[in-house]
């Protein structure tokens, strides 16, 4: 049996031409850093970003338990012990690859904007935007959550173990109490100055009775999330939606009224997941698969690898080369991503054409080898409406949680959940936070006469970057990948690919090897990582160049002849486990 811990000593590392071990490049992300070696399974293997919640979805599948069923397990736990990133309180996004039909879907629990919201939702009486903050704080932010009711359309046609056991040990993790660990202590107290201590429900469960925060190591019980668990368990996303709980979530959302909510009974009554064609892009031997819209993760990573297909990434090597040219890609797809990707149950979003091999092949031959484009203009792909467009240019804020599963069976389940920013609205209702993903709308819904496609409109689900991929060669899976980090989990993803496929590294390899990210913008190179000596060549093509931390969270598992391989984030306290 394998088991991935907290402690293991660094692997070693070459990647063309650089040598190193992997605790030598590991970057200082704003949660600190945990040794990870990855590790190597026979039969299943989980990989998520806290221990407790990998060992939930390890214990599952010891017990002969499927991919899915794992997943709720995993989930539950996770808003537990990470609750700033993830939780019930939101949405998420599940590819699943069925082994025994050999079907790859997706399934969408994103949230939704209350019925009753307009275009000029986060406008002010004077035409003005509200910032960010501003926004954040309160229920104005809050959308109808998802998770519950992806779970449970996944654990229907999934599942085989029954859905009352799989919240049995977030159950008595909440009751027994569990530690605070590092991360999750530091980002209490980064969020004391962020309006979290402003909601009495949050200010009871994070800080102790004189306002400070609750520091790592200290146990922390949740008997209210118990509770909750204890009734979605027995009776199924119904009590989320329609019953008590669903009371507890309205009763929560008026209670600030400086910054209210258009959410009603009927809003929750009438949420639904949804399943979704996969969105998929050929990528040399591969087919790069993940979650098309309301998403832009699959389109966009796929549009980078698209156009990358035209340059010899494995000769070209990890160096400075590759940052630039991978970068002028990612700018090119993301100023498409801005004018063009939204919920294409309300915009008419171009899939085919943004994918098109002939469109991308145009895109690709607009970088140069040696000098930056500076800022990329927005492409018109076949089938795209012309000119009536005005791009949304708002990132996401980086919070968000991803966790990869491959069951006994062959069964797999990438999955990317969230809620938005760290600790999401800072409301609390049941033990669980409340998401603040109506702020991943445009907050201006025109420009010059044009709307946003991302604009706020009722029922709409907003415009994400999360981007659960499952890799396929020759029709079957052989990488699971995932990341949170807002707008940046698309570069995150795409490189991380990149060092797999063309490289020839293994996840934690991967994963370790420092970020490079545009979104057409600066070039961000991650601290404390090789690629922060890459800063003046870069600048002498041009890019404007920040080294910084960039915290990411990725999760991947390659599937090999018999053998599977995984990796954890050493920026997060992930862990790998499998036998």
Request: charged share 20%.
């Amino acid at each position: 049996m394998f088991k991935n811990t907290l402690c293991i000593a660094a692997v070693s590392l070459t990647i063309v031409g650089f040598s190193a071990r992997a605790s030598d490049i590991q970057p200082e992300g704003s949660s600190g850093l945990t040794a990870q070696s990855g590790g190597t399974a026979e039969h299943f293997m989980v990989a998520a970003a806290n221990p407790h919640a990998t060992g939930a979805g390890y214990k599952v599948l010891k017990a002969g338990g499927g991919a899915i069923d794992a997943a709720v397990a995993v989930q539950m736990v996770l808003n537990l012990v990470e609750p700033q990133s993830s939780g019930i309180g939101g949405g998420a996004f599940l590819v699943y690859w069925d082994a025994a039909t050999g079907k790859l879907t997706t399934y969408d629990g994103r949230e939704t904007a209350p019925a009753a919201a307009d275009p000029d939702y986060f406008l002010k009486p004077d035409g003005s935007k509200k910032g960010f903050w501003e926004a954040v704080n309160g229920a104005g932010s809050v959308g109808v959550p998802g998770t519950v009711a992806l779970l449970q359309t996944a654990h229907r046609a999934h599942g085989t173990v029954p859905w009352k056991d799989l919240f049995q040990p977030a159950i008595r993790m909440a009751r027994d109490g569990f530690e605070i660990s590092p991360r999750l202590g530091g980002a209490i107290a980064a969020a004391a100055g962020r309006g979290l201590p402003d909601q009495p429900a949050a200010r009871d469960y994070f800080f102790t009775p004189h306002g400070v925060a609750k520091a790592p190591g200290s146990t922390l019980k949740n008997p209210a999330f118990a509770d909750t668990l204890e009734a979605v368990s027995s009776g199924g996303a119904s009590v989320f939606y329609k019953g008590a709980i669903a009371d507890q979530i309205l009763a929560a959302l008026v209670t600030t009224p400086d910054n209210p909510s258009l959410m009603t009974a009927a809003d929750l009554a009438g949420y639904r997941a949804v399943e979704r064609e996969p969105v998929c892009v050929t990528y040399r031997a591969y087919d790069i698969c993940g979650m098309g819209p309301p998403s832009s993760g699959a389109l966009t990573v796929g549009q980078i690898l698209g156009m990358l297909t035209h340059f010899d990434m494995k000769s070209i090597g990890y160096g400075p080369v590759a940052a630039h040219i991978f970068s002028e890609a990612s700018r090119l797809a993301f100023a498409d991503r801005a004018l063009y990707m939204a919920d294409d149950d309300f915009v008419d979003v171009p899939v085919r054409g943004l994918l098109d091999p002939h469109y991308l092949r145009a895109r690709s031959a607009l970088i140069e080898a040696e000098h930056s484009m500076a800022v990329a203009a927005p492409g018109k792909p076949p089938f795209a409406r012309k000119g009536d467009l005005f791009p949304d240019l708002q990132p996401e804020r980086a919070g968000t949680s991803h966790f990869v599963i491959v069951d006994a069976a062959g069964n797999a389940v990438s999955m990317t959940t969230t809620i938005e920013t760290g600790f999401g609205s800072r409301l609390m209702a049941g033990g669980f936070l409340l998401n603040n993903e109506m702020t991943d709308f445009s907050f201006l819904p025109e420009q010059d006469g044009k709307p946003v496609a991302n604009r706020v409109e009722g029922g709409k689900r907003p415009r994400s970057s999360m981007a659960p991929t499952i890799v396929l060669k020759d029709g079957k899976p052989v990488i699971l990948i995932g990341s949170p980090g807002g707008s940046r989990i698309i570069p995150y993803v795409a490189w991380a690919l990149v060092g797999m496929i063309d490289w020839g590294m293994d996840p934690q390899q991967a994963i370790d090897m420092g970020h490079v990210s545009n979104r057409n913008g600066p070039t961000d190179l991650e601290e404390g990582t090789p690629l922060a000596r890459w800063r003046g060549a870069l600048e002498a093509r041009g890019h404007v160049v920040k080294v910084q931390s960039m915290n990411s969270g990725l999760h991947a598992i390659r599937i090999g002849d018999g053998i599977l391989t995984g990796g954890a984030d050493p920026r997060r306290e992930g862990a790998v486990m499998g036998d």
